[in-house]
Every structure is written in C-alpha cells, then in structure tokens.
C-alpha cells in the first residue's frame, strides 16, 4: 500500500476517519474496563450507598476463601475445557472431510451455518425443552429404542445437566470452528501433499508434516476465540438451568452477574471479573507460545 | 478417515436441522396434543394458535419491533463508523496500522460481562435504560473491533491508482471515500452489516439487563424469559413458536447470504 498523497485536500482532517470508532469504544469499551477494574478494589455495596470505600486487594482475597467461587470456576473450567475439546475435535474432523460439503448446495450449507447463527439464548430453551423429562423427544426417542426403560431428569441431576449444556454449546459453536479449520485448510499449498506422496508418506505424514503445520495459525484463532466465548458463558447456562440443580451447573458469569445485579456487591462482583480475564490472559499466552511460536519457526 | 468424515458430514446436517424442525412441527401443535406422553412425531390436527397467541395475546409484535430498530440502527451505525475507521486505517503506515490493529483485537478480548456494570451506570445516566439507544450504542460499540479489522482488509485490496485518479478530478479524501470505495465495496459493507445485525439481535446479557419493561423487550429475552411469566405449567406451545418465531429472520439471512458469510468469517481467520 503507498502512502497517500502528500498534497491532497483535507490532510490535516484525517484523524477525523477514526473519531466516531475512538468516541464509541473509548465509552462503551475502553471506560467499563478501566472503572470494572476501579471496583474490584473498592467496597462497593448497598450498605456503603453505592460509594466506593477503597480496601485494596480484599475483594481478591475474598476469592480466595469463597467456596462458592471456588465451584463456579471449577464448573467453568470443566465446561469449557470438555465442550472446546469436543468441538474442536469435530470441526477437525469435519473440515478434513469437507469436500462435498465446499460443492454442497446452497441451502444445505445455509442449515449447517443455522445452529450457529440462533441466539444462544434461545438455543437454551430449544434444548431445554429436548431434554424435558416429561415431554421432550429425548426421552420419548430413548424410551422408544428401549435404551432406556424410565425416562431421564436430564436437567435435574449435577452430571445429566452439565452434560446438557456441552451438548447444546457443541451443537452451537461446531459450524464456527469447522468454518475457521476450514480456511485453514484451503490455505495450503496442493504441491506440498505432491511432495510428501512422491517421499511415500500416507495420510497421516500429509497431515502431520503439511496440513497441521500451516493449521497452527487457524487453530490459534479458533481456540483462543472459543476459549474466551465458553469461559465467560453466560445466556446458555442462565436461561437452561439458571445454575442449577444446586450450582451444579453455575459458571463464573453467571455468579458474577448474581452479585452485581442480585446481592448487589459491585466491589466483589468487579473482582471476580477481574480474576476471569487473568485466567484468560495466561491461557492466551500460553497457547501462543505453543502454537504461534512454532508456526513462526516453521514457516 | 475420509470415509468417517464423510459420514460425519451427513450426520452433522441431520443434527443441526433436526431440533429446528422439532420445534416447527411443536409449534404447530395444539396445547392438547403437546401434552401427550410419548410426544407424536408430526402434529395430528396442524394448527397455528400457537403464533396467534404470541402475537396477539402476548407482546411479540412489540420485541420484533424492538430487535428489529435496535439491530438495523446499531448495524448501520457499526458499519459507519467502522468503515470510516478503517479507510483511515488501509491508508496509513503500516506501523500505525498494525499498533492500532493490535489493540483493537485487545479490546475484543474482554468477556462483556466485564462491562456489564459501568455501562449500566452510564445508560442509566443517559436515561436510556428501557429506551432502543441504550442498547444499539453498546452493540455498535461492541462490533467495531471485528468490522474494522474486515474492512480494513478489504479497503486495502482497492488499487491505490483508483484514488489518484479521483485526486485529479479535484475529490477530496471525504468525498473519494463516499464516491469511490463506499460503492467499489458494497459486498463487504453487507457482510460486515449483517454480522453486526445477527450479533444484536442475539444479544442476551445486556439486553436482559438494561431493558425491563415489557414493551422494551427483544425477543430473544422475550422468548428466553417466556416460561417465567407462568406459575404452574411451562407453555411449551407458544415456546417453540416462539423459538421458530425469532430464529426465522436469522435463517433466512444465513440462507440468503450463506457464501458471504463463510467468505467473511474465513477473510479475517486469514490474517
């Protein structure tokens, strides 16, 4: 790209481009992340009249005694692991095998894209209502099949209601990383599977030594994308089982937004957000390091 | 391998289509019917009462309403200003560009429940809480990061020569940006557009938190909050229309602008 033309009429004015972005993110974005942050170090309650008594790091180390926090993390943390696994081990599977679904008709891919475009929100009382015990085609299929001989409180037991949100986020967010492999995929270059068939590799050296190589970017994109979307999950387990039964299924948003909005205690609430976007941070940079970094010595 | 990917392929449509379809046909059932233990595979007596009901009975029309001016309005101001950003952006040193670029992808790192509070305040301080514009700012707001990021890609393909062509005939940098690359880029004005209209009408969190009246509603908290408004049974009828109801609008994007949707997610994966 060559630089604009030195001469040109309104120059000076350029900074103007960037004006409606800057005054839009620096208020809605930029703002709430400097004033979250403000919080966490304060107490900040009903009892103090909303005013923020700064206590330093107590919130954080509330935290650290806070049993139920404690939970909610360790749910998050197996949700998003098992559900990222999980999707990203089909969307895998799915992109090398995507052939027919690049020549697929219009409308077939339009319904493959589907699951994906639905508000999660709305996605969770879809799935709840599959998994009603009573009424749901779950049941009724399983039963019908003589797998099962009573039908299931899916959402009711601890293990059956976690198992249903990773069901439902799977069937989600699949599309979106199969789309990102995808990509990936048709980004390498054909003479390079040449190369490895003339050296006598099989399908397995053509995927070990071309196609994962030149993936590592894609899947950098997709697992840091997906890891921030499920680790701050929020409509899918709010609206499916509200937490339940008994924070079985309670991920840290959920609480987080229990505190602001229910109990009130903006400093506590501030905090925990806080401690999400720290784990986040070391997770992004650690699959940076592992995946990135070998990309760049790579290529 | 290919052999069992093929396979998942085909097994992957039927799963994503199938709770759809199951609740197309729900919704078509009568209360009575819905009750049955085993649920009947195809309604007996189709009927549409389901859809009145939401429509007349209960304020759907209202929350389609509302989605729809808070998702149109937040779309075009998103790609406004998105694209005048991104002009800037496809047209400066690319040391600027990739300092820029950089905190833009940091920005979007945060989970929105980061913001969720201090925005609150600010809305409430605006008076826009219950009101479309405390929510289609945020969301404009909240889709810049990934629109400029995809325009900027895009203003950049666009030969440089183009411009000069039009410094001659005497444009200035505002008028070659609306009469030239506006137009030259149509598609991905579309696309971008069209992103940021799913992503607001899908928006749950904030929107459950700064709208609570009932004729403030969207409809994906109108539906997602639906079985709430009921004490004794869960109307599974008027849920699944209301599934059906809300998510059509989004199918029938996706079915329309299928290929540029997979085009514009995959562009900015390339970069």
Redesign the interface.
Known sequence: MRNPNQKRPGRGLEALFYLPAAVLLVLVVVYPIVRTTFFSFTRTTLDTGFQSEFVGVQNYLRLVSDSRFHTTLWVTTSFTVISVALEFALGLLLALGADSFVRGRGLIRAFFLAPWTLPTAIIAVLWAWIFNDQYGVLNALLTKAHIVQTPIAWLATPTSAMASIIIADVWKTTPFVFLVLLAGIQNVPRELYEAVEIDGGGAWAKFRHVTWPFLLPFVFISLVFRLIQSFAIFDLVYVMTGGGPGGATETVSVYAYQTYMRYLDIGYASAQVGAVVIILAVTTYVLYRLLLRRYARLV | ??A???T??VA??V???A??A??VV?SLKSPHE??R???TLWPRDATLDNYRELFTRRSFGRYYANSFVIAALSSL?CV???S??A??L?????SIRGIITASLLM?A???????????Y??VRAAGLVNHPWGLI??Y???N??LS?WFLTGYF?QIP?EI??AA?VDGL???QT?MKIILPLSAPALATTGMLAF?FA?????FAL?FMNLESAKTI??G??T??GAFTYEIP?GL??A??VA??FP??L???VF??R??AG??AG??K
């Open positions: 391998m290919r069992l990917s093929k998942l392929i992957f449509r799963l994503a289509v709770p759809i199951w609740h729900s819905l009750a233990i085993p649920p101001l406004s200003a998105a005048l950003a002009y800037g496809a047209r400066t040193r690319a920005v790192f945060f989970p929105p429940i980061v913001l969720l509070f201090p925005l305040e600010l700012l945020p404009s707001a909240l810049l990061p400029i950049g440089y411009e000069e410094a200035s940098r505002l940006f799913i009408w899908n928006e749950f969190m938190t994906t908290v539906v997602a639906l079985s599974w849920l699944a209301g599934v809300s998510s989004l199918i994007l996706v079915t299928q290929r949707i997979v997610l995959t994966a390339g």
